[in-house]
Nanobody, 129 residues
C-alpha cells in the first residue's frame, strides 16, 4: 500500500521559514517524480514545485521562485520543500504527490493535478502577518 505522509507544517510569522517533509512508502520511490501542491478552501489545488526522479531537475510556480526549494533524498524515500520568506498568501494545506515517470531527469510544471498517481493527506501551513 502506497503511503505519502507530510510533516513540518505549522504557524509562522511572515518572513519566516518552514521545511516540509514527505515520507513515501510502498512504492519504488526513485521511479517517481515528486511534486508539492497547495490548496485553500474554495479554491482549486495549485501546483507549487516538482522534482525529477534523480533530483537533477526542478520546476516551480512563479509565485514561489527564489523563495521555495524542493529537494529529495532517494535513500530516505523523502521529498522536502524548504520555504523561506513566507507570506500570508502562502497559507494553505500543502500536499505531496508522486508521478511515475520513465525519464529520470524529467521535471515539469503541472497544470492538472490528476497527472500525479498518489497523494498524501496534507499538512497545514499558516503564515501570520
Amino acid at each position: 500500500q502506497v503511503q505519502l505522509v507530510e510533516s513540518g507544517g505549522g504557524l509562522v510569522q511572515a518572513g519566516g521559514s518552514l521545511r516540509l517533509s514527505c515520507a513515501a512508502s510502498g512504492l519504488a520511490f526513485s521511479r517517481y517524480g515528486m511534486g508539492w501542491f497547495r490548496q485553500v478552501p474554495g479554491k482549486e489545488r495549485e501546483f507549487v514545485a516538482d522534482i525529477s526522479r534523480s533530483g537533477s531537475s526542478t520546476s516551480y510556480t512563479d509565485s514561489v521562485k527564489g523563495r521555495f526549494t524542493i529537494s529529495r533524498d532517494n535513500a530516505k524515500n523523502t521529498v522536502y520543500l524548504q520555504m523561506n520568506s513566507l507570506k500570508p498568501e502562502d497559507t494553505a494545506v500543502y500536499y505531496c504527490a508522486a508521478d511515475y515517470r520513465l525519464n529520470v531527469a524529467q521535471s515539469k510544471v503541472v497544470v492538472n493535478p490528476n497527472e500525479y498517481d498518489y497523494w498524501g493527506q496534507g499538512t497545514q501551513v499558516t503564515v501570520s502577518s
